[in-house]
C-alpha cells in the first residue's frame, strides 16, 4: 500500500468485499441458468448417447443427476464442458449437479436464482441428493428451500432422514451391514510402552463410553491427578478395564427429588412426539439428542433392550411455555426449553449445540430481564465474550429469531432457516420476505 495515501476505513473495505461475493455468486447464477437452459434443448429420451459417468473404460450407467432428471447427449456435453474451462471429468460432476438441482431440487435451484443460497451451497446438496430416490430427494428439497444456513453434517442427516423415511428397507440393511464392521483393536506396543486403540461402535455404546471415561476423569482431577484431561481420559478408560468397584451413586431428579438411577448401565431419554403416523407404526424415523442425528425405530428398540438401561419417561416439553423465575440462575427446565428452539449458538452461521453454550440474557438480568425462555438465547463462549465485550450487538424479532449487527453495522437474521444477511437496514426480515 503507498503510505503516501490514505487508507480506506474498515467498513468501506468490507462493503467493497460484499460487492465482490454479491457479483460473482451473480455471475455464478447466470451461468446455472445458461446451463439449465441448454439441457433443455439437448434432452435424450433414449439411452443411446445418455450422458454418464464412467470409471476407465468401464460404463457404469450412471446419470450424472439422479433419477427422473434429464439425460443429455454425450457429444453435446463434451462441447460445453470444453466451453465452460473444465476437465471432462470434474464438468460433467459441474452440469449434472446443476441439472440436479434445476429438475429435481426446485426449492433449492429457485433459493439460488433468487440469490438466497449460495451455488456452492446448492452443489454439495445437489452430491448428496443425487442417490435418492424422487420422494426423499423431493422431501430434502422441501427442508432446504432457504437453507443458506445449514452446515455439511446438517445436510448428511437430513439426507440419512429421507433414507430412513422414504426407503426404510434399504436404510435398515445398510445399518446392519454397517455394524458387521464394529471392531475394537490394539495396536502392538511401541518403543515407549504404549499402545493405539482404534475401534468402531455403536453410536449409544460410543456414548456411554464416553461419558464413563469423562466422570473417571473428572474424579481423578479432583482426587490430585494433576496430569492433563486427555491422559486422565487414558487412565479412566484402564480403570474401566480393571472394573472400578467404587460405590454406585444415588442420581435425583433436580426439580422433583425423584431418583432416577440406582445402578450402573446406559440412562435412555427420549423426546418423542407421539402422532397417529407414530402409533400406526408408519414413522420409521426417531431422534437422538446427544447425536444430533435421526435413527432408525430399530435402533431405538435395540438401545431400549441393553441390559442395565435406564428407561426415564417425561411430557412433551411445551416450547411456548413462557414462566419465568426470580433468580438470575437458569433452571435446568429452561435450559431444556431453549437447546431444543434454538438448536444451536445463534450467532452467524455457528453450529456449536446448544447443549455445550452459555445461555444469555438477552436483557441483562440487573436491568430487568426476566430469566424466562422469552430472555434466553444460546451463545458459544466465544460469541458470547463478543456479544458482551465487544461491538457486536443482536435484537430478538421472536423467541428462537434473531437480528445481529456486526461492529461495522452489517445485519444478519438467524432462525429456524440458518444465517441470512439483512440488506435493507429498515427491515429485519430476510431479502425473500
Not at 115 to 135: K, M, Q, S, V
Not at 384 to 408: E, F, L, M, Q
Request: charged letters at 25%; a negative charge.
Amino acid at each position: 500500500m503507498d503510505l503516501g495515501t490514505r487508507p480506506r476505513s474498515t467498513a468501506a473495505l468490507l462493503s467493497g468485499l460484499r460487492a465482490e461475493v454479491e457479483g460473482r455468486q451473480a455471475s455464478l447464477v447466470r451461468e446455472w441458468a445458461t446451463i439449465v437452459e441448454w439441457a433443455g434443448d439437448h434432452i435424450i429420451t433414449g439411452p443411446e448417447g445418455v450422458a454418464t459417468i464412467t470409471e476407465g473404460y468401464l460404463d457404469t450407467g450412471v446419470p450424472i443427476a439422479g433419477a427422473g432428471a434429464p439425460l443429455v447427449s454425450e457429444f453435446a456435453l463434451m462441447e460445453l464442458v470444453a466451453v465452460l474451462g473444465r476437465t471432462p471429468d470434474g464438468g460433467k460432476a459441474y452440469v449434472g449437479r446443476v441439472i440436479e438441482c434445476a429438475w429435481r431440487l426446485p426449492n433449492v435451484y429457485e433459493a439460488v436464482v433468487a440469490g438466497r443460497l449460495a451455488p456452492w451451497r446448492a452443489e454439495r446438496i445437489a452430491d448428496l441428493t443425487r442417490g435418492l430416490g424422487a420422494e426423499a430427494a423431493g422431501f430434502v428439497d422441501r427442508q432446504l428451500w432457504n437453507a443458506s444456513g445449514v452446515g455439511w453434517a446438517q445436510l448428511e442427516r437430513l439426507v440419512a432422514e429421507a433414507v430412513l423415511r422414504y426407503d426404510p428397507e434399504r436404510a435398515e440393511a445398510d445399518r446392519q451391514k454397517a455394524a458387521d464392521h464394529r471392531h475394537f483393536d490394539l495396536s502392538d506396543v511401541d518403543e515407549h510402552g504404549l499402545v493405539h486403540l482404534d475401534g468402531l461402535m455403536d453410536a449409544a455404546d460410543g456414548h456411554d463410553l464416553d461419558l464413563a471415561v469423562a466422570r473417571r476423569a473428572e474424579v481423578l482431577g479432583r482426587l490430585g491427578d494433576e496430569s492433563s484431561l486427555d491422559v486422565r481420559r487414558s487412565k479412566a478408560a484402564a480403570e474401566l478395564a480393571r472394573q472400578d468397584l467404587a460405590l454406585d451413586l444415588l442420581v435425583p431428579d433436580p426439580d422433583t427429588g425423584e431418583v432416577v438411577a440406582t445402578v450402573p448401565g446406559r440412562k435412555v431419554v427420549l423426546n418423542v412426539h407421539v402422532t397417529d403416523t407414530t402409533l400406526a407404526g408408519r414413522n420409521p424415523v426417531g431422534r437422538w439428542d446427544e447425536g444430533r442425528c435421526p435413527v432408525s425405530t430399530a435402533q431405538i428398540r435395540e438401545w431400549l433392550r441393553a441390559r442395565h438401561t435406564t428407561v426415564i419417561v417425561r411430557p412433551v416439553i411445551d416450547l411456548a411455555d413462557h414462566v419465568p423465575v426470580t433468580a438470575y440462575e437458569i433452571p435446568d427446565r429452561h435450559k431444556t426449553r431453549v437447546a431444543l428452539r434454538d438448536h444451536t449458538c445463534r450467532f452467524p452461521h455457528c453450529t456449536r449445540p446448544a447443549t455445550r453454550c452459555d445461555i444469555d440474557h438477552h436483557q441483562p438480568h440487573d436491568q430487568g430481564g426476566p430469566t424466562c425462555p422469552c430472555n434466553l438465547v444460546p451463545l458459544c463462549r466465544r460469541h458470547h465474550r463478543a456479544k458482551t465485550h465487544s461491538a457486536w450487538r443482536y435484537d430478538t424479532i421472536t423467541p428462537g429469531s434473531y437480528v445481529w449487527t456486526s461492529p461495522n453495522g452489517y445485519r444478519f437474521r438467524v432462525d429456524h432457516r440458518g444465517t441470512h444477511p439483512v440488506h435493507d437496514t429498515g427491515d429485519p426480515s430476510p431479502p425473500d420476505e
